[in-house]
Every structure is written in C-alpha cells, then in structure tokens.
C-alpha cells in the first residue's frame, strides 16, 4: 500500500499549536495480513463518481479496511487526502487538519490559511478562501474523515457542507464512521450525489468469510460456515475472532457451534468497543433486556423500569452500538446475536437475582397484549408456573395445546410444568398436554382435580370454557358420543358468554367443538347432521386449526361418497390433501383417509386403477393407531375392489375380517350389505337374508334395498316388489339408494318377465347414475340386465352416456383422440374385447370363452397395450373409435 505524501508543519503554525500533528493521522492504514479483499464494494467505491461517499458501520465491520484498499488501488496522480479522527480532537482545529492533510496530499494550498484557522475560529471568508483554492486544482481531489462521529459539535459540518457544494466535483468527500455524520445527507440522497455503504453492505458473505478464515488456516464445511455466518450476523470482527479462536485446532466444525458471545476474546472486544463508551445506565439497561429476544420500546420501558427506554434505544442505534430494528416490525429491536449472547451471560454473572423478577415484568406485559406464547414462556422462565397456566386459560389458549401438544411452540414450553399443582388452571393445562398427546387416561385424572366432585362451586368463565372443551375431547377420544353431544351443547353455551374479541382470536375451540360434534353424530349414524356440522367447521379458516379441520375434511369426504355426492367428496378430500401439503403437517399426520374416499370414488365410478392408486397410499400411511373409520372404510373399498377384479374369495374375507365394531353405525351397516351383496352375487342369498334381519335397523331404504335383491334370489319375487315399493315411492335419498333400487326392480321385473317394466325401472336407474357416475353399481347387475338394451335405443344411448360420462360432471367425454391401432387384435382378444364393452365380469368372460381366468387377463394386459390404454374402460373408447366394437 503507497503512503499519501506529508508535508511537515511549519515552525509558526508548531507555536501555535498546543499538540503537534502526527504523520500517522495522514496516513493511509496499512494492511494487515488477514484482510479480505472485497471486489464487490470497491467496484461500488470505484465506479461512483458521488461528491459524498459515506461508509457507515458498527465497530470491526471492516469500514476503514475496504476505503483503505479502494485508496491504495488508485494511481499515484490520484490526489488522497486521509484523515484518522480520534475522540478528544475537538482540542485540535479541524479545519488545520483538512488544510495539512490537503496539503501533505500534494495539492498546493496556502500557508495563510492554516494559520487563520489556528489562532481564531474560522469564519466565511476562510471557508470561501478554500474553496476558491480548491477550484483552482488541476485534477480532482479526494478527502477522506476517518472516525467523523469523534467530532464534536455540528459546525464543523456546515462548513464543511459550504466548502463541499463550491468545490464538487473537484473535491470528492468520503465519510467514515459508526453512526451518520451531521450532514444534509437527505439532499445528496434525492439529487443522487451520495453513495452509502451500510452494515448490511459490510456483512461479509460466505465467499468472503470463508477466505477469512482460510487466512487462519480454519476450513469449515458449508453447513457449519453457514451457521456461522448466522451466528455472527457477517460481522468482520467476529468472524475474525471466531478464526482466532479455531485457529490450529482440527476438529473445528464440531466446535465452532460452542462458540457464543461470552467467549473470551469477543466478550473483550464487546467490552472495549461498546459498553465501556456507555454511561452506567446504560450498561445496567442492557443487561435488563438482554432477556428478550426482541423489544419495542414500551417494552424495554416495562422491563427496565426506566421511563427514558425510548430515547436509550433511538441513541444506541443510531450509534451502530449493535442494537438494530428488527427485520420483521419496524417499531421492535434486536441485539446482535453475539452481543445479545455477551449481555445475558454478564446478567447471569453479575446479577443472577435479577432474572426472575424481570422475566415476571416481561410475561405481564406480554399477557396483558394477548401474546400468549411469549407470556408463558416468560412465566415459564421465571420457574413460576402458576402465571404460565393462568395465562395459558385466561387466553383461551388451550385449543393450540389440544391441537399441538407438546410439539408446539406453546406445549414445548409447558412440557416441564410440575405434575401436580394446586391451581385448576395448572390442571387444565397438563390435562390438555396429556390428552395431546395420546394419554386420555392421565388427562381424565388431571380432569378430577379441576372438579372433584359434582357439587364443586363453578369457577371463572375461562375455567368453564376450558373445563368443557377439554371433557368434550376426552369424551370424543373415548367414544362416549352421548358425553360428546352433552359437553358440547353446554361449551357452546359457555363460549356464547365469551367476549368477542377473545373469542375471535382463538377460532380454533368452535372447530374443535364442532368437529367431535361431527364425529358423536356420525358415529350414531346421523350421518346428514353431522355433514352439516362438518361443514359449518370447515367453513371456519383459521391458521392454527387445520389439523381438527383437515379430519373434518376427510371425515364428511367419506360421508359425501357414501351418499353418492361423489364429485363433492373428491373435492373435499383434494382439498385435505393440499391442506396437509400447506401447512406442513408431519408424514405420519397426513391424511389417510382422504385417498380412501377418493378410492370409494374411483369404485363408484369403476376405475378400478384409480382406487388401487389411492388405496396404495393410503396402506403406506396406515398404522395400529388408525381411527376405526379409517380402518373400516379401507376394507370396504378394497374389498369392492377385489370383487371389481373378480377375486370374490378375498374380497368376502376382507369384510368377514373388518373390525367394524367402533366404526360409525352407517359404515359398519354398509359392511354388512357389501357382505350380503356378495353372497348373493356367489349363489348363497339364504344367508344374506340372516345378515340383513341381524342388523338393529331393517326399515331402512338401504337395507330393504338388499333385502329385496335377496329375495328375488331365493324366487320371492312378489315379496321383493313389495319390499321396494316405498323406497321407490320415497323422495331425498341417497342416489346410490335410488339407482340400486331401480336397479333391483328392473331384476324383479325381469325374472318375472315383464320387459317393459324392467326396461322402465333400467331407465330410472340410468338415468340417476350419470350424473355421478355412479357405473359400479350398474355393472354388478349388468349380466341379468344388458338384454334389454338390445331393441331399445333410449337405453343403450343412456348407457353409452354412463360409460362415457366425464368424472362427476355427467358429461360426455370428448372422442377420443389416441393414436392409431397398430397391431392388429387376434380373434380371442376381440371375443375378450366384447365382454369388456358388456361389462361383463372377468368370470364371466372365462365361463363365456371355456377359459381361465388367467388367461383372460392374459388377453387384458394384451388388449390394453395393443391400443394404448391404461384402463378397461380407456381400451373400450379406443376400440369403438376405431370401429373394432
């Protein structure tokens, strides 16, 4: 690096003088051996041609190093005057020292006028003299104030202000400092002639930091360099501190996270630079809040108890003394990290008395703001545990507690809330943690010491409140639906009193309340109030709920696909599935049940891949811990899947072996008809009769359904009309009903060899399945039915409008498009082809063929790849579009 020139003081301006100047003052720093050379910034330094430079920049942040690389690069015509300030040079004229720095800079000024600047305080004419001197040079001049904010005062500014605006652009000025010199920098900002150089220009990079510490010989993998950086902010000082203390040892990444503020050389370093310059009570305030992770100044003023927080905090950052904004809220400071990391050590050393009484002041503030987390976390620090739980059910908090358990940010700080307090807030705490958590029975004993008997004096309301929804949830996990309906009608009543303002910060205990509600009408087979209360859970969006809301998804997803209502259900489990997705929930939290009603979906619909699709997931995610529904649901799909496939066998053990017993009554009735359907389907219709006349509810449209396709496989005929005549007299039901009751009379009126009723009843039927696609239903009688499509057209147009209808729109799809077949089809695989437009079963088509079952599928798995097609039902548009069929 060069050395700026200096021209020695002359005898007259040393008598005048009390101190002389040092040559070391108007030198350029030299370089040390660890400095990191930074393009990016001196390209910035060197390609502005601003008249006001400032780099601006708490201490160790690397200011006077960069300006001094970007001098030492200029060319030796380059005039550079540098000046280093220092604490106590308000004694020394200023204005002597810019003049002699100009001067030992090589610019030819005149010796008149650093006398006048000595001997009296300077005045217009001087600064006009000057800059009359300056405007006269041949090239343009730089002058560089190192350390401006040890200047004293704001004159010295103005005047130099003054100089600057008559002499740009032949005098470049460049300020170095801490915090923002007096300057009317407003107005070079808006005319564009300053450029600024700011603490987040100074954090070092990871390109940058990893050169540093390559200087040290410390080498760091980029997981652990990145943790650095984070930990020091890119802060120069300590990123060369850190390398000084890593510096030789080879076990540096394990160490290096070990490494806080309070380390020695850092904790000298934070000593020397900031808190020493701080007057006493100051250094106390800091050690007060170094307790928060961030503070406002109300906040600050609470915890402190002093009144002038406010203006200590606007002075320490304007100061660069390492407490900034906080990047999130305008209004809220932080620390740096390693400060932050110094000042508590320091309180723990100093003061440990202190810590509980100011984390008391911290959690009152925050509760009475309604921040819940902070608060208790607080309360939770100062070991008084009373307060966190208080506040935990004064907030109306313990939903989140419900919902997250001890995972979450409000649990994770109660997890070490003693076990046994005297307080029911204490109680009600730990037996929503509990219950969180899985561990119902430790919840209900927590729940005696809230009440411990019936005639117990009721407390506050917030204790109701959440008195009454954690029952609720008990009850709902045990099973106990009458409790769940009892509980909930009187929380509801108890949540009515709450205030709104508090009521509407926690929405999530109406989504709670009402997804068990759903759960206990479900349960009981009101299965239409329960969508309804499913719904109106739904409907509420709240951010802390979507876990009770994703299973209200997926519960009413099922309920909807049992009803029929098959494009709602697709929607509703879609939309659990991308909730899940947003919110992040964890792998063994997603939903299960959602692709098991996409599966029933797919059955209804007869595509058969599809619920194989989703019934593949849904197996990788079950588990022991599955809810009864879950588990019960599943074994119905597949089982209609597999008697889809023509694998009767498994497909009755399936449902022999579901465990259908706490499952909701509407499912586990339809088990039995699925069961009852399959036996008469394999010739033994006697004992489907016992299953439906064991069942607690025979009335049922549904069941006298089944009934009736019983009877008419036993020869009964006319007691089977008789059984069907009020359902299909009947109006609001279900449209998988309606179609199977149709479905069923058009059997009945078939095997009495009424063609035109049956071709009647066929018509209804079809005509309820199009719209949802309901096709599984249709193909499982088509077999006794499809002769009746061979002389009416009406019908065989509708049925080719069921085979094509677009997923639950009812539409037509579109003709298909696929390529061209080009290998031709031999004569058994279009004998196969047929029976897979009939709809035939697979069976069946072995009976029809004097086959195997293996060898038609054989053929299938040949049909499908000769024309491009993933499905059977694909295979068969493909075929008729290109005339095979």
Request: aromatic share 4%.
């Amino acid at each position: 690096m060069r050395a700026v020139p200096f021209a020695m003081i002359s005898e007259t301006d040393r008598a005048t003088t009390a101190d002389p100047l040092l040559r070391s003052r108007f030198t350029v720093p030299d370089r040390p051996p660890f400095v990191v050379t930074r393009p990016r910034l001196v390209d910035r330094l060197r390609r502005s041609d601003a008249p006001v430079t400032m780099v601006v920049g708490p201490p160790g942040s690397g200011k006077t190093q960069l300006v001094a690389s970007w001098v030492s690069e200029l060319t030796t015509t380059d005039p550079v005057a540098w000046i280093t300030l220092e604490d106590g040079d308000q004694t020394c004229p200023f204005w002597t020292m810019v003049v002699e720095a100009l001067r030992g800079a090589g610019l030819e000024i005149s010796r008149s006028l650093a006398s006048s600047s000595v001997t009296t305080p300077v005045d217009r004419s001087f600064l006009v003299r000057l800059a009359a001197e300056l405007t006269r040079l041949d090239r343009p001049a730089v002058l560089v104030l190192d350390g401006v904010c040890d200047l004293a005062g704001t004159r010295w500014a103005t005047e130099l202000e003054f100089v600057l605006r008559h002499t740009a652009p032949l005098l470049r000025l460049v300020l170095i400092g801490r915090w923002d010199p007096p300057l009317p920098t407003h107005r070079y900002r808006l005319a564009g002639r300053l450029l600024e150089i700011r603490s987040a220009d100074l954090a070092f990079t990871a390109k940058e930091a990893d050169k540093l510490l390559g200087l040290h010989g410390v080498h760091l993998s980029a997981p652990k360099l990145s943790s650095l950086l984070e930990h020091t902010e890119g802060w120069a000082a300590g990123l060369r501190l850190f390398a000084m203390a890593l510096q030789g040892r080879q076990d540096a990444d394990d160490v290096v996270d070990t490494i806080t503020g309070n380390e020695a050389t850092i904790a000298e370093y934070f000593f020397d630079e900031v808190l020493r310059t701080q007057p006493a009570h100051v250094r106390s305030f800091l050690l007060d809040i170094s307790i928060l992770d961030t503070f406002s100044a109300e906040l600050a003023e609470a915890v402190s108890g002093r009144a002038d927080a406010r203006g200590i905090l606007a002075d320490l950052e304007r100061r660069n003394a390492f407490v900034q904004p906080s990047a999130e809220f305008s209004a809220v400071y932080r620390f740096h990290r390693l400060f932050a990391e110094l000042l508590f050590a320091q309180l723990l050393c100093a003061a440990p008395e202190r810590l509980r009484p100011l984390h008391r002041r911290a959690a009152a503030w925050f509760a009475e703001r309604g921040q819940t987390v902070e608060a208790v976390s607080h309360a939770a620090k100062a070991a008084d545990w009373d307060t966190a739980a208080e506040v935990v059910i004064d907030h109306y908090a313990i939903g989140r507690l419900l919902i997250e358990g001890s995972a979450g940010r409000l649990g994770s700080v109660l997890r070490q809330l003693p076990a046994v307090r005297d307080s029911p807030q204490a109680a009600l705490v730990a037996g929503a943690l509990a219950l969180a958590d899985g561990a119902a029975d430790d919840c209900a004993r927590h729940l005696l010491r809230v009440r411990p008997g019936p005639g117990a004096p009721v407390g506050e309301l917030a204790v109701v409140v959440s008195e009454l929804v954690l029952r609720v949830l008990l009850a709902d996990a045990r099973g106990a639906e009458e409790q769940v309906l009892t509980c909930g009608s009187a929380a509801d009543e108890a949540l009515a009193q709450v205030p709104a303002d508090h009521l509407g910060r926690h929405p999530e205990l109406s989504v709670l309340l009402l997804a068990a509600k759903g759960r206990a009408q479900s349960h009981r087979g009101a299965i239409d109030a329960a969508a309804v209360t499913f719904t109106r859970a739904i409907a509420q969006e709240t951010p802390d709920a979507h876990i009770p809301r994703m299973a209200c998804l997926e519960h009413l997803s099922l309920i909807e696909a049992h009803r029929g209502r098959l494009g709602h259900a697709e929607r509703l489990a879609d939309e659990a599935i991308d909730l899940a997705e947003r919110c992040g929930v964890p792998a063994g939290r997603r939903p299960v049940t959602a692709h098991i009603a996409l599966a029933w979906v797919a059955m209804e619909r007869y595509d058969v891949d599809g619920a194989g699709h989703h019934l593949r997931i849904a197996d990788q995610r079950h588990g022991p811990g599955t809810a009864p529904l879950t588990t019960a649901a599943m074994a119905l799909v597949k089982s209609r899947r597999l008697q889809a496939r023509g694998e009767l066998r498994g497909a009755a053990k399936l449902l022999e072996d579901a465990d259908a017993g706490t499952a909701p009554f509407w499912l586990t009735r339809e088990i039995v008809l699925a069961r009852a359907r399959l036996l008469i389907t394999v010739g033994r219709p006697g004992e489907a009769l016992g299953l439906i006349d064991a069942l607690s509810a025979p009335d049922l449209p549904g069941v006298r359904v089944t009934q009736a396709a019983a009877l008419v496989a036993v020869g009964d005929a006319e007691r089977a009309r008789e059984v069907l005549r009020p359902v299909l007299a009947a109006v609001g039901l279900p449209s998988p009903v309606v179609v199977e009751s149709w479905l069923v009379m058009a059997t009945v009126a078939a095997h009495d060899g009424d063609v035109e009723q049956a071709r009647t009843a066929l018509g209804q039927a079809l005509r309820h399945a199009i719209p949802e696609a309901q096709r599984r239903s249709v193909h499982q009688v088509w077999a006794q039915l499809r002769r009746l499509l061979r002389d009416d057209d009406d019908l065989a147009e509708q049925h080719r409008v069921l085979q094509g209808a677009a997923r639950g729109d009812g539409r037509p799809r579109t003709p298909d498009t696929g390529p061209l077949l080009v290998e031709p089809l031999s004569r058994r695989e279009m004998e196969v082809l047929q029976g897979i437009a009939a709809m035939l079963p697979t069976e069946e088509i072995a009976a029809r063929l004097y086959v195997s079952i293996n060898t038609v599928k054989t053929h299938v798995r040949s049909i499908l790849r000769k024309l491009c097609a993933s499905r059977r039902n694909e295979a068969v548009r493909r075929a008729r579009s290109l005339g095979l069929l």
